[in-house]
Each structure stands twice: as C-alpha cells, then as structure tokens.
C-alpha cells in the first residue's frame, strides 16, 4: 500500500525557514514524479513545486525561495522553504504520480499525504 507522511510543518515568522519531509513508502519512487502543493483556507489546492525527469519546477510566487530535492535512497522529498511570507500559510500536501514528468494539475497525481500545516506569522 502506497503511503506518503509528511512532517516539519509548524509555526515560523515572517523571514524564517522551513523544511518540509514527505517519506514514501510501499513501492519504489524513483521513476515517480513527486511533487508539493499547498491549499489555503478558502482556496483551491495549488502546484507549489515539483521533481521529476524533466528536472524542478516551481510556482513563480516560490522561486528563488523554495528549493525541492528529493533522495532516491530513502524515497523521501523535501522542500527548503527560505524568506517564509505571511501568504505562504497554508496546509502542504506531498504528491506522488508513477509517471516521470512533473505536472501542475492536482487531478493528475494517484497518490497524497496526509497534509502538514504551515503558518507564517507577520
């Protein structure tokens, strides 16, 4: 059974910097395309960034501020989250879809976790 946990979301302020985990498991995802959204109140869940064979992608509200990474050894996918903004808040999600390509549309991805809270405070 194919499981995603995700884990380091908390509490920063404005300027600070996270770091999102999301360990896989049940299957091996080295040829998975994985990738992080986020969903805020109110809101429709967003591509935030993604990995896969076509190399990183990222939303233009995030780059240069968030970096993916991800260890093949470990099936684990992190997200450095560095100069955290207010509007940054929201609920992260880990993806996973057993194609390599990275896509932005979250219909596309087979696999979710449970989702990691994160809130920047002004």
């Known amino acids: 059974q194919v499981q995603l946990v995700e884990s380091g979301g908390g509490l920063v302020q404005a300027g600070g910097s996270l770091r999102l985990s999301c360990a896989a498991s049940?299957?091996?995802?080295?040829?998975?395309?994985m990738a992080w959204f986020r969903q805020a109140p109110g809101k429709e869940r967003e591509f935030v960034a993604g990995?896969?064979?076509?190399?990183?992608f990222y939303v233009d509200s995030v780059k240069g501020r968030f970096t993916i990474s991800r260890d093949n050894v470990k099936d684990t996918v992190f997200l450095q989250m560095n100069s955290l903004k207010p509007e940054d808040t929201a609920v992260y999600y880990c993806?996973?879809?057993?194609?390599?390509?990275?896509?932005?549309?979250?219909?596309?991805?087979?696999?979710w976790g449970q989702g990691t809270q994160v809130t920047v405070s002004s």
């Open positions: 990995v896969g064979s076509g190399g990183l």
């Open positions: 993806a996973a879809k057993p194609t390599a390509w990275v896509t932005r549309t979250k219909e596309t991805y087979d696999y």
């Open positions: 049940g299957r091996t995802f080295t040829y998975y395309a």
